[in-house]
């Protein structure tokens, strides 16, 4: 952009730095002070020093100083601040120059070059003559320099050379021309700084200094301009904190000013400069609430003072220059580290600079459409170049007093400044300040302010007549303003859009801002909804639509031939628009009436389509488009002839469609792709609106939700209702539904391991054969996994199936059922382990049906579950006992003993045990050689719930065998019984459920001692007992016999024996016992003591086997002797 | 129409205000519920300015809700200055906004009494809501919120 008058001096909006001149360096030819030069120039980072340094000639003419005012009392100044001025003290009067010259000390002609150097200086002063500026010398020299003191040439030399050059000893520097340059250089610049530094002090001081002369009549000019250039030597010094304060005493100062309309633009050309400046050093010193407040009270002193009327557009563009300075001021802050809120950013300043320039445009257009011509001495031109004060008049440059020196000059100035105005760019000016608006509020989160700003650009694109573009931007922003239901806002837009398209002869886009605005989202009124009815009529004949009212007369005619053209094209000219994400006026609305359909069921759809238009609207086409496109034929309705399809403003209209599926589609899901409507015709235009999936538009979800959120539901009509029909856009495609029933019939709970016997019985209620029908029983799948191992189905009861039976029975043939007969069959189940079941039945079957006269074959089938639990059907407990039924915990080798088992059902339905056995492991019968066999003793006993069964045997462990283990346990066996319901039949087969024997740990018995005695005794009869001693061991054994007196007991044999016995032998003793007391007598004790091996046979081990006790009988009568034998 | 609104927006910028104030409330969504300003011809920079608002309200909203169990008030206070006009914001619990607009150069209205305006308008739209025959969600319509809004904006403007 090109920079205007009102852009900000760019002399103003540079950092100020001490201004150093270096002179007699010649950077073009010599390599060594091209390396200075380069030394100074590179690398000028933070830390370095702020100066600028500029290269002169030793000769160079610096401005003339004028001279100085001795008294103020008859001068009146001409302006505030001259243009030339900050300029000249930046890059013209330098703080210090420095005269650079090659000489060594020991040079061989020292004097003429000390002259030579001394006239140089000379010739650098002379040019400065009246100014403070310093003057150095710097010596390039070849040798580096001894340290101080110690080179007695060069002090001399050096003082000689200052005299003749009348310098301080300070100013002269030694440059040694050596490999630490830069370190010399920037310990050179830092002298220079000072050198600088104490320039612009005296400056500061001599400004001041001129306080005193000033009166505040008529010096009051001065007063501003003496502070603003104090406070600018400040900042050249780097005195930012005295500048803030010179620049604050500046700035009030200005606004101390008598303002009339001559001079307000200078006023507030200066207080626009020194606002700048403060508010800039407010963001260097970090205090950006100072340079926010500042800048308030800036725009609140200066908003009234608008000056001229004939130029009022000059202040909304100084205006809008402010704002977009502070916020380039902001936004360069927050570049360097400032951090920003969303409601203080630098986006607000920008939109209120773009707002100004809004109101410059509009001023410009209200004020300058009278101007003609343009006057013929160009009152803005100005021969001497530019102005000599900021702010001022060309044409009165210098003319301070309130009125204008030369009305017709004045007349003439204000004209040409009008045709000047003309000819800026304000659109361009606007958009771009809103686009970087934009920017900002992009990034502080305000996406509706950025939409609003984009709105805003879009109108100035449209002003601008670059309708492309602002329709782009319309766009793009309309959806939110749509989604979020700002119906208002979204009017105004579509407005603005519809005006672009017309003038872009877009034929698309104004048919669709037309459809938008006759909708129910638009605020317009019945009178310009007919208007704009009215053209999209014209559109859908093929005629040019009427200009829209407020279009631009000039561009109005472009418009229309693009619209000749473009309907002059002949033929069906076809024009696709979705609608779905606008509000347009025709509502659509489509739904399945039931979210499945059988497949001998008539599939419906219903369409609702609703015009909200001013206007009755007449359909050509209406069609639905489904997932499956072989259906969209039934989907069709047109308007003949006959039957026209007109949908009348507010009155919601019904098309029914229906269909009949295919049997492919059956588990499928048909869809509603698109639905569409067509308007227009033949050889005009087609325009063809579709909505895609079931129709609907943006605004319609919104109403959906708040119609049923709404108490008011009685007594609606469709009308009425409208809101709350609801969308279906898919519906399932489900099996016929059989007719057949499935009945089944079992006996739970399953007992584990049974055939468990499940009937079935279908039975047909169909009015045809239903075909080829399939039987798949079992466990239903998915179930855990250890079931699916555990259970076997099977169609076979007979037998007891085995592990090879699968858990699902699939697909078992019935053969055909003619209507009203019934299939039986059984299907028998195993469940090994108990738990809970379910079971599937699943029949299918085929059927020819007729759905409205066509033929179709379906698949029908029909499911039942069940659940079966499981359980044991009787409990067994097995113990081994010895003959005295006394519980062991170890088996005695070669001795008999007993097992007795116990079996307790706990089915529910009485069981019927046919028989058991024992399959025996390391034991034998009792008597193996007689009785190699056990008999059960449960044959075919009937147990119900709770009873019990026992069996006893009497078993024997063989003798050990030198390899069989004694300490650790040995498997016994197992005990078989086998069973069956006693409710099923007497051919099904027996269970034989198996049972492991308990482990015993073998005992060998070395000793045993056992003992004939009868069962029983009689009071005063001889009790005849004989007792065996079995020597088992390979070694003779000595045993120690005694028999204990009993009080009850008489009796005749040894008392007390000590014998031998040799291995494998027996000894036979026999007692008379003779009983004295009747009933339980505990017989005498027998003491036994194996002396050879006391530790392992104890007395009472070797008794355990002996009987304790006897019954003896009471002496009795000889008849009862005889009703005892009985 | 809106074209003419547009351009007598525009106009409106340099300097007299055509409204002194408005009040809007905006549903939990975010779409205007009502809205209504002292002078008709500048009510779509009103609308616009509502809308606007409703980022920097939306924004207190959520920085309340980071921190769990802390009571929000009510009032939001100012929500942003311009050059023209002052915003004022007010949610209540169910998330409905109320938007105050007073001309900036309105300097007369302390922050109590947006506040109590505030309060009175938030009771009278509770009494709207009581209404069995209103539709909470559908835009107000009720002669008494009329009421209080029309002596709102004689009181202040």
């Known amino acids: 952009m090109a920079t205007s008058q009102w852009d900000l001096p760019p002399e103003l909006c540079c950092r100020p730095m001490a201004f150093v001149a270096l002179t007699g360096l010649d950077v073009t030819y010599n390599a060594v002070h091209r390396a200075i030069w380069d030394a100074f120039c590179a690398n000028r980072r933070a830390d370095r020093v702020p100066i600028s340094f500029k290269v002169l000639l030793g000769d160079h003419e610096y401005p003339k100083c004028r001279t100085k005012r001795t008294s103020y009392e008859w001068y009146i100044p001409k302006g505030i601040l001259k243009t030339g001025w900050m300029n000249k003290h930046l890059n013209l009067v330098p703080a210090l120059v420095v005269l650079f010259y090659e000489l060594d000390w020991d040079h061989p002609q020292w004097k003429e070059k000390q002259s030579e150097c001394a006239t140089k200086v000379e010739i650098v002063r002379t040019s400065l003559q009246g100014r403070n500026t310093k003057v150095a010398v710097v010596l390039i020299q070849k040798k580096t320099p001894l340290p101080p003191g110690e080179d007695l040439v060069a002090s001399e030399r050096a003082s000689t050379l200052c005299n003749a050059c009348d310098l301080s000893g300070k100013s002269l520097f030694v440059l040694p021309h050596t490999d630490h340059l830069v370190g010399y250089i920037i310990r050179l610049e830092n002298a220079f700084y000072e050198h600088a530094h104490t320039y612009y002090y005296t400056e500061i001081r001599r400004v001041k200094s001129h306080k005193e002369f000033l009166n505040k009549t008529t010096h009051q000019l001065l007063f501003v301009r003496h502070q603003f250039k104090m406070a600018f030597f400040s900042e050249l010094k780097q005195d930012t904190q005295n500048a803030l304060k010179y620049y604050r005493t500046s700035y009030s100062l200005v606004h101390e000013l008598r303002t009339h309309e001559t001079n307000i633009l200078e006023i507030?050309?200066?207080?626009?400069?020194?606002?700048?400046?403060?508010?800039?050093?407010?963001?260097?010193?970090?205090?950006?609430?100072?340079?926010?407040?500042?800048?308030?009270?800036?725009?609140?002193?200066?908003?009234?003072?608008?000056g001229s009327a004939e130029l009022a557009f000059e202040h909304a563009a100084w205006m809008s220059k402010q704002f977009q300075s502070f916020g380039e001021l902001f936004d360069e802050a927050i570049k360097l580290g400032l951090t920003a809120i969303q409601t203080q950013n630098p986006g607000f300043y920008y939109q209120q600079a773009a707002s100004y320039s809004q109101e410059r445009k509009q001023q410009a257009q209200q004020l300058c459409q009278a101007a003609v011509n343009y006057p013929a001495p160009n009152p803005l031109d100005n021969l001497i170049g530019g102005l000599d004060f900021y702010g001022q008049r060309p044409w009165r440059q210098g003319h301070q007093s309130i009125d204008p020196p030369d009305t017709e000059k004045e007349k003439s100035g204000i004209v040409a400044l009008q045709i000047k105005e003309r000819n800026v760019p304000h659109s361009e000016l606007i958009i771009a300040l809103l686009s970087n608006a934009v920017a900002q509020f992009k990034k502080y989160k305000c996406p509706r302010m950025k939409s609003h700003l984009m709105v805003q650009m879009g109108e100035e694109y449209y002003h601008a007549k670059d309708f492309a573009k602002a329709l782009k931007l319309l766009d793009y922003v309309m959806c939110d303003y749509r989604t979020e239901r700002w119906f208002a806002l979204l009017t105004s837009i579509l407005t603005v859009a519809l005006r672009c398209a017309w003038?872009?002869?877009?034929?698309?886009?104004?048919?669709l801002y037309c459809m938008e605005l006759l909708g129910r989202a638009s605020t317009l009124n019945d009178e310009q909804k007919s208007r704009i009815e009215k053209n999209f009529m014209k559109v859908l004949e093929n005629e040019v639509p009427d200009a829209e009212p407020e279009c631009d007369p000039s561009s109005v005619n472009a418009a229309t031939a693009l619209w000749n053209d473009c309907t002059a094209v002949t033929g069906t000219k076809e024009l696709h628009l979705e609608v779905q994400d606008y509000v347009p006026f025709i509502q659509c609305k489509g739904r399945f009436i039931?979210?499945?359909?059988?497949?001998?069921?008539?599939?419906?759809?219903?369409?609702?389509?609703?015009?909200?238009?001013?206007?009755?609207?007449?359909?050509?086409?209406?069609?639905?488009?489904l997932s499956n496109q072989d259906y969209n034929q039934w989907c069709v309705e047109e308007s003949t002839a006959h039957h026209n399809i007109t949908l009348f403003p507010g009155k919601p209209k019904i098309f029914d469609f229906n269909f009949v599926a295919k049997i492919e589609d059956v588990g499928k899901k048909i869809e509603m792709t698109s639905i569409e409507l067509m308007l227009g015709g033949a050889n005009r235009r087609l325009l063809v609106v579709s909505w895609r999936g079931a129709g609907g538009d943006v605004a319609s979800a919104h109403e959906a939700l708040q119609a049923s959120r709404s108490s008011r539901r009685w007594g609606r009509s469709l009308e009425t209702d409208w809101d709350c029909l609801s969308l279906q856009n898919s519906t399932m495609i489900i099996s016929r539904v059989p007719k057949i029933s499935?009945?089944?019939?079992?006996?739970?709970?399953?007992?584990?391991?049974?055939?468990?016997?499940?009937?079935?019985?279908?039975?047909?209620?169909?009015?045809?054969?239903?075909?080829?029908?399939?039987?798949?029983?079992?466990?239903?799948?998915?179930?855990?996994?250890?079931l699916s191992q555990t259970t076997y189905t099977t169609l076979d009861g007979s037998r007891v199936c085995d592990h090879s039976a699968p858990p699902l029975l699939p697909d078992v043939h019935l053969g055909d059922l003619h209507p009203g007969e019934q299939l039986q069959t059984s299907v028998y189940v195993k469940c090994v382990s108990t738990g809970s079941r379910v079971f599937l039945f699943h029949v299918a079957y085929t059927m020819d049906t007729l759905v409205e006269g066509r033929p179709l074959v379906c698949k029908c089938h029909k499911d039942e579950t069940i659940t079966i639990e499981t359980v044991v059907p009787f409990e067994v407990s097995m113990k081994f006992v010895s003959t005295k039924f006394e519980a062991l915990d170890q088996l005695p080798v070669d001795i008999p003993f007993l097992l007795i088992t116990d079996i307790l059902s706990s089915s529910s339905w009485p069981l019927l045990l046919t028989s058991s056995s024992l399959q025996l492991l390391h034991l034998t019968t009792s008597a193996p050689q007689l009785d190699p066999q056990l008999n059960s003793q449960i044959h075919r006993v009937v147990l119900q719930k709770g009873e019990c069964a026992t069996e006893c045997f009497c078993l024997r462990c063989p003798p050990l065998t030198s390899n069989t283990s004694s300490t650790s346990p040995v498997a016994t066996g197992h005990y078989l019984i086998s069973w069956r319901r006693q409710s099923s039949c007497s051919d099904s087969p027996q269970i034989t459920t198996s049972f492991t024997l308990p482990a015993f740990v073998m005992e060998p018995v070395p000793?045993?001692?056992?003992?004939?005695?009868?069962?029983?005794?009689?009071?005063?009869?001889?009790?005849?007992?004989?007792?065996?001693?079995?020597?088992?061991?390979?070694?003779?054994?000595?045993?120690?016999?005694?028999?204990?007196?009993?009080?009850?007991?008489?009796?005749?044999?040894?008392?007390?024996?000590r014998l031998r016995i040799l291995p494998g032998s027996k000894q036979q003793m026999l007692y008379n016992y003779y009983p004295l007391m009747a009933g339980y007598q505990t017989l005498p004790q027998l003491n036994v003591v194996l002396p050879r091996c006391p530790s392992s046979s104890s007395s009472h081990a070797l008794r355990r086997f002996l009987p304790q006790r006897i019954f003896i009988k009471p002496q009795g009568q000889p008849a009862d002797d005889v009703s005892i034998a009985a | 129409m809106f074209g003419d609104s547009i351009r007598k927006c525009l106009a409106g910028l340099q300097g007299t205000q055509t409204w002194r104030v408005g009040i809007a409330v905006i549903a939990k969504e975010n779409y205007p519920l009502y809205i209504r300003s002292v002078a008709s011809q500048s009510e779509l920079k009103f609308h616009y300015t509502v809308h606007t608002s409703l980022d920097v309200v939306e924004e207190k909203i959520s920085a309340v809700g980071k921190s769990l169990g802390d009571q929000r008030e009510l009032y939001l206070g100012l929500l942003y200055p311009t050059e023209d006009y002052k915003v004022y914001g007010y949610v209540t619990n169910s998330k409905v906004k109320f938007v105050i607009v007073v001309d900036s150069s309105n300097t007369s209205l302390r922050d109590n009494e947006i506040r109590s305006m505030f309060r009175k308008l938030h009771n009278s739209f509770t009494d709207v809501m009581c209404n069995p025959f209103h539709n909470p969600g559908d835009p107000i319509q009720s002669k008494a919120f009329d009421g209080i809004v029309s002596g709102m904006m004689v009181q202040t403007g």
Do not use: W
Not at chain 1, 503 to 511: K, Q
Not at chain 1, 594 to 622: A, N
Not at chain 1, 1007 to 1033: K, M, Q, W
Not at chain 1, 1045 to 1050: D, G, I, L, R, V
């Open chain 1, 268 to 306: 507030k050309t200066l207080a626009g400069f020194i606002n700048y400046k403060i508010c800039r050093l407010c963001f260097q010193h970090n205090t950006p609430l100072d340079a926010i407040a500042q800048f308030r009270k800036h725009i609140d002193l200066c908003k009234k003072k608008i």
């Open chain 1, 594 to 625: 039931s979210p499945s359909f059988h497949v001998d069921q008539l599939i419906l759809i219903q369409v609702f389509l609703r015009s909200d238009g001013p206007h009755p609207v007449s359909v050509s086409k209406l069609s639905v488009s």
């Open chain 1, 503 to 511: 003038l872009m002869g877009s034929v698309r886009d104004y048919t």
């Open chain 1, 742 to 786: 499935l009945q089944l019939s079992h006996q739970p709970p399953a007992l584990t391991n049974e055939m468990y016997c499940i009937n079935i019985t279908v039975q047909s209620h169909e009015e045809g054969v239903a075909k080829d029908v399939r039987l798949t029983a079992g466990l239903k799948p998915g179930q855990d996994a250890n």
């Open chain 1, 1007 to 1057: 000793v045993y001692i056992n003992a004939d005695v009868p069962s029983f005794g009689r009071v005063r009869e001889s009790l005849p007992v004989c007792y065996y001693i079995e020597n088992r061991t390979a070694l003779a054994q000595e045993v120690e016999m005694a028999v204990e007196p009993s009080e009850a007991f008489m009796f005749s044999g040894l008392k007390q024996v």
